[in-house]
């Protein structure tokens, strides 16, 4: 089955920095990747997805880039906030907009440091 | 708004004893799914209903029983939960033919 490996699981930056976590993935027939934010005590959120027949997605600060070639892909935060602060995670999986079976990486803490 | 509920979001109980978390969603979605999530394991999916009636395991469905007699209502039961199956879980739900999934605020399980 597919396996997705997330780096790093805590990250530390200063406001306004950059923040970029890394996703690779082992299932080469994957073609949806979508990001969810979890703040505490809620449930994960979706906040940006891409298609494998896209390399690149974005939406405001917030960025998504595909390589299938090395099967990774990416999250990027620009210009970071305090509300940026939670855990992420990655997730892969075969959409065939039948079982979505998402497979998540472990998380990321992302810290904002004021 | 719209939501997925899940009842009750706190629990500690005692191992073997039966319960069930409930989960409702709001959005007219076919598609339900538990899921638990554990730390430096990320979110695993429990059970999935792809519409009324139609339920098959994910990746950790063991110790777990799931139901789904009516659209918008997705339970999971735990028959005798042991401390293994201490964990947060998540209700989702997504629209046919839809990406997002949404997610549950959560509920906190412990077996002791």
């Known amino acids: 089955g597919e396996n997705v490996e997330q780096h790093p699981s805590t990250l530390s930056v200063q406001e306004g920095d950059s923040a970029v976590i890394k996703c690779t993935y082992s299932?080469?027939?994957?073609?949806?990747f979508p990001w969810y934010k979890q703040e505490l005590g809620k449930g994960p959120q979706l906040i940006i997805d891409i298609r494998s027949n896209v390399g690149e997605k974005k939406d405001q600060r917030i960025a998504v880039t595909l390589n299938k070639t090395a099967k990774h892909f990416s999250l990027h935060i620009t210009e970071t906030q305090p509300e940026d602060s939670a855990v992420y995670f990655c997730a892969a999986s075969i959409s065939n907009f039948g079982n979505e079976k998402l497979t998540f990486g472990t998380g990321t803490r992302l810290t904002i440091i004021p | 708004e719209a939501q997925v509920t899940q009842n009750p979001r706190y629990l500690i109980t005692v191992t073997g004893k039966k319960l069930t978390v409930t989960c409702s969603q709001n959005?007219?979605?076919?598609?339900m799914s538990w899921y638990r999530q554990d730390p430096g394991l990320g979110l695993r999916q429990i059970y999935y209903s792809m519409n009324v009636e139609v339920t098959d395991k994910g990746d950790v469905p063991e110790g777990y029983k799931v139901s789904r007699k009516e659209k918008r209502n997705f339970p999971l039961i735990l028959e005798s939960p042991s401390p293994n199956q201490t964990s947060l879980y998540f209700c989702?739900?997504?629209?046919?033919?839809?990406?997002?999934?949404?997610f549950g605020e959560g509920s906190w399980l412990t077996v002791v």
């Open positions: 959005m007219n979605h076919e598609y």
């Open positions: 299932d080469s027939a994957s073609n949806y």
């Open positions: 989702a739900s997504r629209g046919e033919g839809g990406n997002t999934i949404y």
